[in-house]
C-alpha cells in the first residue's frame, strides 16, 4: 500500500515495530521529527486496519492509529523499500497484544489466562501467498520470544488458519467457549512458566461431564466466560462488528428442547452449545438427566445414540466444518 509520503524516510526498515506512542521502536529523532512522524504511522494504521477489516468482512477496523494509541498493544509492520514509485510501500501488518482469557483445555479444565494474542493480520491483496505474511509472522515470533502454539487468535480467517497449518503444522484447535482460537499444546508449559509468558491466574476443573450435571457447569462457564470476556471484548474489532445470526441457534430455538426430550428416551449424550459463538463443547457423555437451558446464551442439548459418531468436542467456527453439517444431520434425524 501506497501513501502520499515517502514511507522510507519514516519507517527506515523493512520490519518496523510500533506501540502506544505511534513511533518505529528504536525511534531516537528530536521532537519536530516525532510531531512530524507519529501523524503519518497513524495514517498508515488507519489505512492498513481499513483494508484489513475489508478484507475480512468486518464492519470496524480492528487496527487503528487512536487504538494502538489507547492500548498496550504492538504492532508490527512490513516495508517494501522499493514500492512502485521508489519510495517504499507497506505490505503487511501484524497487531498483538495479551488479553485476560477464559480458556478450557483438552480435559475441560478451565484457566484464566493472559496470553499473547493475534488481533490483526493483514498483508495486501497484491503481496498475499509469497511468504510476506510468514516473514511478518516470524519476525513478531522472534521479536515476543514464542512460538505459534502459546498464541490465542482473535476470530481466525479461513486463511489464516490455512496460514497456521501450511507454516506451522498447528491443526488440533482446542474448543472455546470464546471467539479465541487456541491450539493443541497451548498449555503445555515451556519451562517452569505455564505457556511461555501466559501466566496462568486462576485454573478450576469444571469436569463434570459424565457426572449429569454437565449443564450447570456448561451455563456456569459460558456465564463466567461470558461476563469476563463482554467486558473485555465488546469494544474490539470484530466485536464490534455485526454478527449473522446462529443458523444452529435458530435450529434449536425452533425445535425446542422440551419437545425433544419427550421423544427421546435413555441413551442420551449431552453437548454445551454456546447460541451466540456457534460453539460446540465437550467432551460430551451418556448422561440420564434431563437439563435444559440455563441462560439465553448456553444451554444444553440432549442427541439420542447417533451422535456418538460425531466428534467428543467439537466448534462450530466454520460454514464449512464438518462437524457442523454432522450436528444437522443429527437434526434431521432427530427431528
Ligand atoms: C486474527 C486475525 O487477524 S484473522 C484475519 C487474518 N487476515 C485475513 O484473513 C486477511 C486476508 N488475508 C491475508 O491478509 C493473508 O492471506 C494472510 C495474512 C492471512 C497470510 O499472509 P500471506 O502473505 O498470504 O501468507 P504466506 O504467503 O506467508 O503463506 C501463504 C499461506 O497462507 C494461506 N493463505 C494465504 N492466502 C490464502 C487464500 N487466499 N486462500 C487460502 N489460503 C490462503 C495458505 O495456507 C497459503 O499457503 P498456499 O499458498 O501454499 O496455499
Request: with cysteine.
Amino acid at each position: 500500500m501506497e501513501f502520499p509520503f515517502n514511507i522510507n524516510r519514516v519507517l527506515l526498515k523493512k520490519f518496523v515495530k510500533i506501540r502506544q506512542n505511534l513511533l518505529p521502536e528504536g525511534f531516537s529523532g528530536d521532537r519536530r521529527i516525532s510531531g512530524d512522524f507519529s501523524p503519518k504511522i497513524s495514517d498508515i494504521l488507519d489505512e492498513m486496519g481499513r483494508a484489513s477489516a475489508i478484507a475480512q468482512g468486518l464492519q470496524k477496523a480492528v487496527t487503528s492509529g487512536e487504538r494502538l494509541r489507547n492500548s498496550d498493544h504492538t504492532v508490527y509492520l512490513l516495508i517494501d523499500t522499493e514500492g512502485k514509485s521508489g519510495e517504499g510501500s507497506v505490505v503487511g501488518l501484524l497487531k498483538v497484544g495479551k488479553k485476560k482469557l477464559f480458556v478450557f483445555d483438552a480435559a475441560g479444565v478451565h484457566h484464566e489466562v493472559q496470553p499473547l494474542c493475534v488481533l490483526d493480520f493483514y498483508v495486501h491483496e497484491s503481496k498475499q501467498r509469497m511468504g510476506c505474511g510468514r516473514a511478518l509472522y516470524e519476525y513478531m515470533l522472534s521479536e515476543e520470544k514464542t512460538s505459534p502454539q502459546y498464541l490465542a487468535i482473535d476470530r481466525p480467517s479461513e486463511k489464516f488458519l490455512g496460514f497456521l497449518y501450511k507454516h506451522y503444522g498447528l491443526e488440533k484447535i482446542l474448543p472455546q467457549s470464546n471467539n479465541f482460537v487456541v491450539y493443541e499444546g497451548f498449555f503445555i508449559a515451556k519451562s517452569d512458566q505455564v505457556n511461555n509468558g501466559c501466566s496462568l491466574l486462576q485454573s478450576r476443573s469444571l469436569n463434570h461431564f459424565s457426572t449429569g450435571t454437565l449443564s450447570n457447569a456448561a451455563g456456569l462457564r459460558a456465564n463466567e466466560a461470558e461476563e469476563h470476556c463482554d467486558g473485555l471484548q465488546q469494544l474490539y474489532g470484530r466485536y464490534a462488528a455485526h454478527k449473522p445470526p446462529s443458523t444452529v441457534g435458530k435450529i434449536l430455538q425452533n425445535v425446542g428442547i422440551q419437545q425433544h426430550q419427550q421423544q427421546h428416551d435413555g441413551g442420551t449424550s449431552h453437548l454445551a452449545f454456546d447460541m451466540e459463538h456457534e460453539s460446540v463443547f465437550g467432551p460430551v457423555g451418556d448422561c440420564s438427566t434431563q437439563e435444559t437451558c440455563k441462560s439465553p446464551k448456553s444451554f444444553v442439548i440432549e442427541l439420542n445414540g447417533e451422535v456418538n459418531s460425531a466428534p467428543t468436542s467439537c466448534r462450530l467456527h466454520h460454514s464449512t466444518s464438518p462437524v457442523k453439517h454432522d450436528l444437522k444431520f443429527s437434526h434431521s434425524r432427530l427431528w
